[in-house]
């Protein structure tokens, strides 16, 4: 049964997604990724990572299913992930690195950067909570936003200037830990 669109949820998933995927905060890292490719596809990452979330937001349940882990179980984990990517945020650290890449495209910018482990563990849970359809527009709204701040990302660096990209990133940071400490409350009563 088709559920009319809900723009409380639209807009909470829609927030929780753009806490989670963290294209702001992502700016530094998106300068140094020009920097060193050249020149950053933005409509191949964006379009891929669209692609990857509503994929995952339709077969995520099975996959897991398929290798025997629960949605609660994923959820828990998922929940650690958003912790320590949300102490990343807070305290400025880098807990994960990985190798240079040689292009800027899908890997590192559509997968793991936008649609990362948070972004997909969000979605299972997104998905208890709220209707398809209304995590689908959310999801189509932050890759539009996602595309717009690729597009733009040098000229949003020198409005902001590094202090302003950093407050926002530590803001959403703490958002994103309150996100981790709930999804782990909700999900590891049901473990047990």
Not at 43 to 50: D, F, R, T, W
Request: glycine share 6%; charged share 15%; no cysteine.
């Amino acid at each position: 049964m088709f559920k009319v669109l809900d723009v409380r949820q639209i807009f909470t998933a829609g927030m929780v997604l753009f806490a989670v995927i963290d294209i702001i905060g992502n700016i530094p890292i998106i300068i140094d990724l020009r920097k060193k490719v050249g020149h950053i596809q933005s409509e191949k990452a964006s379009i891929v990572a669209g692609i990857i979330m509503i994929v995952f937001l339709f077969l995520g349940k099975e996959i897991l299913n398929l290798i025997g882990i629960d949605v609660n179980s994923f959820a828990v984990a998922g929940s650690f992930i958003l912790f320590f990517l949300a102490l990343e945020m807070i305290l400025g650290i880098s807990l994960y690195k990985d190798d240079a890449p040689e292009t800027a495209s899908v890997v590192p910018l559509a997968f793991p950067l936008i649609a990362g482990a948070g972004t997909m563990t969000s979605l299972v849970s997104l998905q208890a909570e709220y209707e398809t359809v209304n995590i689908i527009v959310a999801i189509i709204i932050n890759i539009i936003f996602v595309y717009l701040v690729l597009k733009s990302s040098s000229k949003i660096e020198k409005i902001l200037g590094s202090q302003g990209i950093n407050v926002i990133r530590k803001v959403f940071g703490v958002i994103l830990l309150a996100i981790a400490v709930k999804l782990f409350a909700a999900n590891i009563q049901n473990l047990f």
